[in-house]
């Protein structure tokens, strides 16, 4: 690996105008091919098999007017009067709603019954011309925008107007992405400090937004392939933005390192390739092929994140072997112009660094070291045992929100119910129906416990389908309505189907519980071979197992501590306690679980080149930590800090995305690859290094953190120290 990937890297460094050139046509005929052929973004959360997604297939097929998107239009009068006292006001405002794009009718509220008791809230339902996915999260915008205004607007009424609806929910703008440039701003002060040097911080950051920009033309392209969620470029772009940044500080770390030790350019850009190269293409491919795992899960929205998380992190692998070697050629000794301090700080032999001492320090006591890091995360992880998921609704938006409000409205006038309505489909082209078993359906399902009320049915043009709504007493995030979906198909027939928002939670929610066994236990293969097959070791694969879910299980229990419980979720910028969504908790797992593998190669292969060489495993701890223990820990502030960022997100579910990697990586970070990492390994000696005999033949063998045969054997094994305290000896797993 190391060999191809330095082949790769020099011959963009030997002709780097032309790799500029080739990125620049690259991403130019992406974007255009995303403008011609790229679709809208949409979330699937159909459960293929399930009630729902039986549901909606015969309504899509069978009876397309049915399946229209659709919002409500929410009205409250003013304090004192009702909605029958303002009819004109309210014909007024359909009137301005009717005129608005993609609005194919409103119905009446006075006519509709739509009216609560008091006369004080009303609604409209408003049927758009195109189905919901068809339109797009841009045009939802815009329709909100066009329906909030009549608040605001010259004409406007004493009448407070909102618009509401899952499909207003589930398409709602992200809102302002001011945050990212803070985590990109703390991300440049770290590097300032790391390199010392404004040219050598800002590179980092500058391939990292090129390759993030290259990635979404190819995600918006990808939708015009396949339904790719509204939180796609999000959830991908933030990974995206963190591995940018953490690749390229690896290979410029190297780089620059190489060049201390009294290498020339390109001597030392083919050592940093070979060694740092090889470990940014290794840890990046396994990031690519958990991602991509999630297509095990089946569910659209899901898959469609997975593989557009895999495509960003692809996108920064190739910017960091092709398009940084050529700029660093390119650069030379500039790399280290604008220099912050007025000169160099003195050059650190290994055993004069905190790490080194505070390696000897846990091999000394690993018990104590262990026993304690472990204690620490199975009491951060413990509230994990109490998570409950779900899908986010309306209700769990910010306040400030038109479809919050709206929803709030709803419940106020009519009962929480109202929010969660159940859709009843009936297939009459079955044997042995007709129109007449509809009115049965209908007077069971209002007999069933928890159904407030059941709609009139509407029929397609050809009489072969009906489509009629059931109210529920509860809520669409309650566990009694979840009961409710159950009793209601307890007593439908087999050609009857039912859907609507909290049915197809039910059902996803099954369907992931079903085939998250086999999704986790695909990671953590992958990874346990990726890493046996490097390290020639059973034990360090098992380890890292073992670790990643320790951490991951902490970034659960703070998840649920914040959001679920609620504690200090105003710091957050919530109304309290919030739905952990489910779709996250599953998307978290193979991100953390593939970005460990960053920090665990760059660790372990520096303490397995010390051990080769010296075999004393007490030693190799200390100087594996000595040598990769300023550049991990700064890559996991960047990555922190870009995690971070997206709290300030006012979307809930972007907040625990960004809060649980953030809490997860710094763990991983710290409490693990600098505490539990060590004490394991100093109580294990040389068990870590076992492998069976017949095992070790079997095994391909894959190389990263080798650069022997970049230089003459003299300078490769010269033990120099770099800029930064990590040794310039090169990096090397034995091939047995």
Do not use: C
């Amino acid at each position: 690996m190391n060999r191809l990937t330095r082949a790769v890297a020099m011959a963009s460094a030997r002709h780097p105008w032309r790799t500029i050139a080739s990125w620049v046509l690259a991403v130019v005929a992406v974007f255009f091919l995303a403008a011609v052929g790229g679709g809208t973004f949409v979330d699937d959360f159909s459960a293929p098999g399930s009630q729902s997604s039986r549901a909606m297939d015969l309504v899509n097929s069978n009876f397309p007017e049915a399946a229209k998107g659709n919002a409500l239009v929410v009205f409250e009068a003013p304090e004192g009067a009702t909605l029958e006292e303002d009819q004109a006001e309210v014909a007024a405002v359909l009137e301005k709603v009717t005129a608005l794009d993609h609005v194919a009718s409103v119905t009446d509220p006075f006519q509709a019954g739509t009216v609560s008791e008091d006369g004080r809230i009303g609604y409209s339902v408003m049927t758009l011309d195109v189905a919901e996915r068809e339109m797009g999260k841009p045009a939802f915008a815009t329709l909100s925008e066009g329906v909030t205004s009549i608040n605001t607007g010259p004409d406007a009424t004493d009448l407070r107007v909102e618009l509401g609806g899952d499909a207003v929910f589930l398409n709602a703008g992200g809102g302002d992405s001011g945050h990212v440039g803070i985590g990109l701003l703390v991300a440049l002060l770290i590097l300032l400090v790391v390199f010392g040097t404004f040219v050598a911080a800002v590179l980092p950051i500058g391939l990292a937004l090129v390759a993030v920009g290259a990635a979404i033309g190819g995600i918006t392209l990808m939708a015009g392939f396949m339904n790719v969620s509204v939180s796609a470029i999000s959830v991908a772009g933030l990974v995206g933005l963190g591995v940018g940044v953490d690749y390229a500080l690896f290979v410029v770390a190297r780089y620059r390192e190489n060049r201390s030790a009294g290498r020339d350019n390109e001597a030392a850009l083919a050592g940093a390739m070979g060694t740092s190269g090889a470990a940014v293409v290794f840890a990046g491919g396994t990031v690519v092929i958990a991602t991509s795992a999630l297509v095990i899960t089946g569910v659209g929205v899901l898959t469609s994140i997975g593989l557009a998380t895999a495509m960003m992190v692809l996108s920064s692998v190739i910017a960091a072997v092709t398009l940084l070697p050529a700029l660093l050629s390119l650069l030379g000794d500039r790399i280290d112009k604008g220099r912050i301090g007025r000169r160099h700080r003195p050059v650190k032999a290994a055993e004069e660094t905190a790490w080194w001492r505070f390696g000897h320090r846990v091999s000394a006591r690993p018990w104590p070291y262990l026993l304690g890091s472990v204690a620490v995360l199975l009491a951060i992880a413990a509230p994990a045992l109490w998570m409950q998921t779900g899908f986010p609704a309306a209700g769990d938006a910010p306040k400030e929100t038109t479809h919050r409000q709206a929803y709030d409205l709803l419940t106020e006038g009519f009962g929480v119910g109202v929010n969660a309505p159940l859709m009843v489909v009936v297939d009459l082209s079955a044997p042995g129906t007709d129109t007449a078993g509809v009115e049965a359906v209908s007077d069971d399902i209002a007999a069933v416990p928890g159904i407030a009320s059941v709609g009139e049915p509407q029929t397609s043009e050809d009489g072969d389908t009906v489509v009629f709504t059931a109210t529920p007493t509860t809520g669409p995030a309650d566990l009694d309505t979840s009961a409710t979906i159950d009793r209601v198909r307890d007593v439908i027939p087999g050609n009857v189907y039912s859907s609507g928002i909290t049915a197809v939670t039910d059902d996803l929610n099954a369907q992931l519980a079903a085939k998250l066994p086999l999704f986790i236990g695909a990671v953590i293969a992958v990874s346990f071979l990726l890493l046996m097959m490097v390290f020639r070791s059973i034990l360090v694969p098992l380890k890292a197992a073992v670790m990643n879910l320790l951490s991951i299980g902490a970034a659960y229990g703070v998840l649920v501590v914040v959001f679920q419980w609620g504690w200090g979720a105003e710091l957050l910028g919530l109304d309290g306690p919030t739905t952990i969504t489910s779709v996250i908790v599953i998307i978290m797992f193979p991100i953390l679980f593939g970005l460990s593998m960053d920090y665990e190669v760059f660790l372990l292969s520096r303490i397995r080149e010390e051990y080769d060489r010296t075999g004393d495993n007490t030693e190799s701890v200390a100087r594996g930590l000595a040598g990769t223990g300023r550049v991990v820990t700064s890559a996991a502030l960047i990555m922190v800090a870009v995690f971070s960022s997206f709290i300030f997100s006012p979307i809930p579910s972007l907040k625990m995305l960004g809060l649980g990697l953030a809490v997860a990586i710094l763990i991983d970070a710290t409490i693990v690859r600098m505490m539990l990492v060590p004490a394991t390994m100093a109580l294990l000696g040389k068990a870590n290094w076992w492998l069976p005999a017949w095992l070790d033949r079997v095994l391909p063998h894959l190389a990263v953190e080798s650069d022997d045969d970049a230089l003459p054997t003299s300078t490769a094994r010269s033990p120099k120290s770099s800029a930064d305290g990590t040794t310039s000896e090169t990096s090397k797993l034995v091939r047995r």
